[in-house]
C-alpha cells in the first residue's frame, strides 16, 4: 500500500484526470469511471487508504476542493441569461423543492434501512443536494435547450450549501438535546447571511482591486485564488458551513458584474476545477469501507429506486406547479438528480461526528450515501443523452463552420457548404468582403468582437468547427483567442496567410489552434481559383484525386471538419476539394 501523501495525491489525480479523458473518448459520463478507478485502487485492491494516509486532514481538503468547484460553478451564472420562468423555478426548487426531497428522503429511509430516525432525517438533507460535479458535465453531454439546462445547471451549484446548512442543522440537533427548534432556525439564518455577507464583500473587494488595476495581470488569477480560499475560510470560521455559502455567492457576484472581465480568472478555475474534481472523486472513493457497504447494499438500492422514482418527481412537481415549463421540461426535470461529491464528503464528516459522538447509524449513514452517490450516477449519467432527445428537449449536435475571412476561396467554399446543408457563418475583414459574401449568399456577422455577441452567434448556428484564414493578422488573432475556448483547440483551425507564415505554423511557432493544409496557403488558395481552379462537393464515398485539394469532409452524420487526407473515410461521407487546372 502507498502511504507517501504525494504519491496518494499524484495517483488519485492521475486516475481522475485519466478517466476524465477516457470518458471523454469513449463518449461516458466521467463520473461513473472516477468512482470507479476510486473503488479500485481503494477498497478493491488495497494500493491507497486516504484515512490513513492523510488522517483528520482530509476531511477540510476535501471540504476546500469542493469550495473551489462551487466557486468555479458561480462563475458561470449570469442571472441575465436566464428567463422569469427559469428564475421563478429555480427559486421554487430551492425552497419547496429541497423541503420536499427532504421529508420524503428521510420517510424513505426511514421505511427502508435500520437508521435511527433523527439519522434518518440528517440523511434526508443530505439527498436534497445534486452538485454542479455531476450535473454540469452530464448537462454539456445533454445538450440541452437553455431553459432546462439553466434550471438544472442554478439549482446543481445553488443547492449545495443549502443542502450543506440544512444538515449541519439537524446534525446539531441530533448531537445536543437541548437545542430547541428556534435555536437551530437560528443556526441556519446566522450561517446564511454570515457566508451571504462574506462571499459578497470578498467578491467587492476583489473586483476593486482589479478594477483599479492594483494587481498586474499576470496575478489576476492568483488573486482570485486567493480570494476564495479566503472567503472560504473565514466563512467558516465564523459559521460552520458558511464558506460553501460564501464561494457560491462570490463566483455568481462575480459573474453578475460588469466593471471587469473575468474571462483570465474563469479559464483558471476551470482547469483547476479539474484536477480538483478528478482527486477529490478518486479519494472518496477509494476511502470507504468495503464491509460496510456490503451490508447496506441492498437497503441502499431500494431506497435509490424511492428517490428516482418518487422523491425527484415528487419535488420537481411541486416546484413546477403553475409556470409555463411544458410537460416534457418537467419530465426532463424529474428525471435528472445525480448525487455528487457535496453528498459524499459531508455525509462522511457526519457520519464520523455521529460515531465520535456515540451515536448509532454513523457508519450506515456514510455508507447508504456513498452507494445513492454511485447508483444515481450510474442511472442518470447513460440517461441523460437518450432522454433528452426522446423529450426532445436538447438542442442538435453543431454542425455548422466558422469562417475567419471572406476572401475568394473563402467565400467559394462557403458557398459549396451551404450548398450541402452545412450552415456557415462568416466573419469577414473588412465591409466590402462582406458585402461580397452577403452577395455569395452567405450569413456574415457584423457584429463587435469583443463581448460575446461573436459566440452567441455562433451557438445560435450550431458552430462545431472553425477555420481562420482572412490574411488580417489582427482579426485572426483576436477572433482565435475567442473562439479556441469557446469550441476548444481540436476544432479551430487556422490557415497561414503566405509562406513565412506557414513555415511558422510548421515548425511549432506558438499559436492557438491547428494547422490546415500545410504548404498550402491562402494565397496559394486565391492564385489557383484564379487560374481556373473550382471548389465543389465530391459525392459521397467518393476519394479525391492528385489533382483535387480536399479541403473540408462531412461525414455520414452530417459532421464537418477539416479534411487531413485524401480518403473519405465512409461510404456516406463527403469530401469538398478544390479541383486544380
Known sequence: MIDDPVAVVAVAVALGVGAQWVAGRLRLPSIVLMLGAGLAVGPGLGIIDPNETFGGLLTPIVALGVGLL???????????DIGSTTRRVVVRLLTIGVLTSLVLASVAALLVTDLPRGVAVLFGSIMVVTGPTVVIPLLRQARLRPRVGGILRWEGIMVDPVGAVLGVTILEVLLLDDRSTAVAALVVVRTTVVGCAVGAAVAAGLVVVLDRHWAPDHLRGPLSLVAVVGAFALANGLSAEAGLYAVTVAGVALANQRRVA???????????????????????????????LTSNLVDAGV???????????????????????????RAYLAALAPRGIVAASVSAVFGAELVRHDVPGGEDLAAITFLVVVGTTIVYGPLSRPLARLLRVDTPEPAAVVLVGARRWARELGAVLGDVGVPVLVVAESEELAESARA??????????????LLV?????????????????????????????????????????????DRDLREGEAYEGRHAYAEVTQEHLDAALNDGGVIRALPPGADATEAQMPLVRIDGGHRPEVAVSRTAQGPDDRLVVLSLR
Open 70 to 80: 462551487l466557486f468555479e460553478g458561480g462563475l458561470s451564472l449570469r442571472w441575465a
Open 262 to 292: 473575468i474571462g483570465p480568472i474563469l479559464e483558471l478555475h476551470e482547469h483547476l476545477a479539474s484536477i480538483v474534481l478528478a482527486g477529490i472523486f478518486v479519494v472518496l472513493a477509494a476511502r470507504v469501507d468495503a464491509d460496510t
Open 303 to 329: 431506497v435509490l429506486v424511492l428517490l428516482v422514482l418518487v422523491v425527484r418527481p415528487a419535488a420537481v412537481l411541486a416546484s413546477t406547479l403553475g409556470t409555463s415549463l411544458t410537460r416534457r421540461e
Open 440 to 453: 455569395a449568399g452567405l450569413l456574415v456577422y457584423a457584429g463587435r468582437l469583443e463581448g460575446d455577441d
Open 457 to 501: 452567434a455562433m451557438d445560435g448556428i450550431g458552430a462545431r468547427l472553425a477555420v481562420v484564414g482572412s490574411g488580417a493578422e489582427a482579426l485572426d488573432t483576436v477572433s482565435v483567442d475567442r473562439i479556441v475556448r469557446h469550441l476548444g483547440r481540436a476544432n479551430v483551425w487556422r490557415v497561414a496567410r503566405d509562406d513565412a507564415h
